[in-house]
């Protein structure tokens, strides 16, 4: 199968909130970095998850969830960004990358569920 561009850029989105995810533990920041730490990485996760679908709703399904999580992964940038809990973090790379995988996430998810429709399957 070939390598999925947005399988990718989520895995490496995802190994770029490690750090920050440690830096918020550094500074007992718990719950909110819980938080960002699971839907961050549940997002490659549930892409893994879609191409091995055994059909193309349950591809759109698993796409669609992991355009969830990627959405909450900006909701708790934001918040973090916004916020100042996070002393002197810089988000605007983490913020840009995830505005980009939840746009390709979108396309995927209504691209696959437009196909579905007109198969009738």
């Given at each position: ?5 947005v399988?990718?850029k989520?895995?490496?989105?995802a190994l770029k909130?490690?750090?920050?995810f440690?830096?918020m533990?550094?500074?007992?920041e ?6 960002l730490?699971?839907?961050s ?6 892409i893994e998850?879609a191409q ?6 349950d591809?759109a399904?698993k ?8 959405r909450e ?15 002197d973090y810089?988000?605007?790379?983490l ?8 746009k390709m996430l979108?396309?995927?998810v ?5 196909e579905?429709?007109?198969?009738g399957?």
């Open positions: 199968m070939t390598e999925s561009i399988g990718t989520s895995y490496y989105f909130v490690i750090p920050l440690k830096l533990q550094d500074q007992k718990y719950v909110i970095s819980n938080q730490l699971r839907c990485t549940s997002v490659g996760a549930n998850e091995a679908g055994i059909s193309r709703k591809f399904a796409m669609a969830i992991a355009s969830k999580e990627a992964s900006r909701y708790w940038l934001r918040l973090l960004s916004e916020s100042g809990i996070v002393k810089d988000f605007s790379e913020l840009s990358e995830i505005d980009e995988i939840v979108t396309k995927i209504k691209t696959t569920q437009l579905t429709n007109k198969q399957t």
